[in-house]
């Protein structure tokens, strides 16, 4: 039998932390614990659907206790898994309007935690693959004082660790901690409860075959986005067109396809969204951070998506993200009037 490797998630954290000589332990602390929010929230997603088969309808349970929604529910675990360790000084959720504070009996640490809980909700009911996403930088307000809303609004670029989690056929938590030591991905072992490697330095396809978007809005797009998405559908053996289509509507499903498969992932701007759907802190900038260090690259069609410089917490922007080659391409449409020279501009 051949002989697999087996390498739990706490271990490979602390592994890669012996590799930074100067490392504290905190960020690999922040890690532990988010996996750890991880499988509690797997565990409840799991169990969604027998909400309505035990009678749980409405707002109160059998007991008489409200029955919160699945991302509240993600919310709440997350801040109570992570307020206490003594490694954040602020964090900030989709969920929530303001940054959420450390209580003033927990001590503070000199991180900060961005999460989406549950990314993709609308899929819940369908049994559709949905998300946690998460971000932490270093704080910038000065050690030992409470965290403020500019320690939450930093460019992506200063990200100290990403990831997320996708509650899909299994549970898949992915992680990088940026410069070059590469994206890992682990899947959750429901028999013993770990996190188990599963692909180690993900390294996504230089050029995909798959276009990701929603294409019921075609009708409100640029002009050159409609003119890359006709373009992806023509028939061209030699740059592997047509390319397929997929869309699954969980933003975190979709980037987890596109870094394993390739191919591009697009939330636009469009003439009723000028500013697109997704939210730059807690969707783009993390997997943004992610995508780059397996090889990628993510804009808003002008910019890198990690050198915006945030204005306000739940602030949208227009995402292009995947394979190299199909940005590229993507940019390119998106720039130019004239499409006749792409092959030669971009291969
Ligand atoms: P959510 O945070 O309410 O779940 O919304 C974000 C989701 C993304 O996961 C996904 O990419 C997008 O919304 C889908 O939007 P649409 O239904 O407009 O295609
Ligand atoms: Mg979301």
Sequence with gaps: MARTRFMTLERHIIE??????????????????????????????NKAGLVDILGFTGN????GESVKKLDIFAHDVLIRA??????????????????????PKHRLGKYVLLFDPLDGSSNIDANVSIGTIFSIYK?????????ILDDCLQPGLKIEAAGYIVYGSSTVLTYTTGHGHGVHVFTLDPSIGEFLLSHENIEIPEKGK??????GNYKYWHPGLKKFIKYLQE????????????YIGSMVADVHRTLLYGGIFMYPADSRSPNGKLRLMYECAPTAFLIEEAGGRAIDGKRNILDIIPSSLHQRTPVFMGSKVDVDMVEHFLSHENHTNVEKEIF
């Design 16 to 45: 890669g932390e012996r590799k930074h000589p100067g490392a504290t332990g905190e960020l690999s602390a922040l890690l532990s614990d988010l996996a750890i929010a991880a499988k509690v929230i797997s565990l409840e997603v």
């Design 60 to 63: 109160q349970n059998v007991h």
């Design 82 to 103: 992570m307020d206490h360790g003594g490694h954040l000084c602020v964090m900030a959720s989709e969920e929530e309007e303001d940054i959420i504070h450390i209580p």
């Design 139 to 147: 704080r910038i307000s000065p050690d030992g004082t409470p965290g």
């Design 210 to 215: 798959i276009y990701s978007i929603n294409e």
């Design 235 to 246: 028939e061209d053996k030699a740059s592997s067109r047509p390319y397929s289509s997929r």
